[in-house]
């Protein structure tokens, strides 16, 4: 029996999703990213899109330009945390994990457009980049356990499989389109955002 590529069944979910469910896909993504900032001790810094409780203070109602609002307002604030886009250096030549999480939850939200809210393509883009860097977020802990960088078509590892899992649900809970599903993708992300905090911690603590 064939089972089915859960990466390929996460595309797929995200080409089918609505507007506002990629937005709200994307949001989740950063909710959990946010993380990073807990767990390099720069709660302080981070912004309120990162916030643990900023998916209760939005919903399947929330209109997309209010969706995409603070996360451009976070671009600003962020920016010094960016990697070089043209070599990929993180800044300061400070090549430490804790420079790595923070570059890449920082590019979350830097690939954000104000265009997104108008053009779907570029909405779907943002969602499903904000996928692919909070799962290769997670590869880069598992490195830790596994000793190598682990492949998502081989071994995604424990907390990639996790966060791969978590985000199938989310889109599955979003394309049901009550508040009732969405409270749950929004429980689902916390969830998932305590155990990425420890496990981000535990990358960087060596």
């Keep these: 029996m064939t089972h089915a590529n859960p990466f390929q069944t996460l595309a797929d979910r995200l080409r089918h999703a609505s507007p506002t469910a990629l937005a709200l896909s994307a949001r989740a993504c950063l909710h959990r990213a946010g993380a990073a900032f807990e767990a390099t001790g720069r709660p302080h810094e981070a912004t309120p899109v990162f916030s643990p409780h900023t998916l209760t203070e939005i919903s399947l109602a929330t209109p997309l330009p209010q969706l995409l609002a603070p996360v451009?307002?976070?671009?600003?604030?962020?920016?010094?945390?960016?990697?070089?886009p043209e070599t990929g250096d993180l800044p300061a030549a400070d090549r430490s994990p804790a420079a790595l999480m923070?570059?890449?939850?920082?590019?979350?939200?830097?690939?954000?457009?104000?265009?997104?809210?108008?053009?779907?393509a570029h909405l779907h883009d943002w969602a499903q980049a904000c996928s692919d860097i909070t799962l290769t977020m997670c590869l880069h802990i598992d490195t830790k356990d596994t000793g190598h960088f682990p492949t998502p078509e081989s071994d995604p590892g424990r907390v990639a499989s996790a966060e791969l899992a978590?985000?199938?649900?989310?889109?599955?809970?979003l394309s049901i389109g009550s508040q009732d599903a969405y409270h749950e993708a929004a429980r689902l992300s916390q969830a998932q955002r305590a155990e990425f905090a420890v496990a981000i911690a535990g990358l960087i603590s060596g």
């Design 72 to 84: 451009l307002a976070a671009q600003p604030l962020l920016r010094h945390y960016a990697a070089d």
């Design 102 to 120: 923070l570059a890449m939850v920082t590019e979350l939200t830097l690939l954000a457009t104000p265009t997104a809210q108008h053009t779907p």
């Design 166 to 173: 978590t985000q199938l649900s989310i889109l599955h809970l």
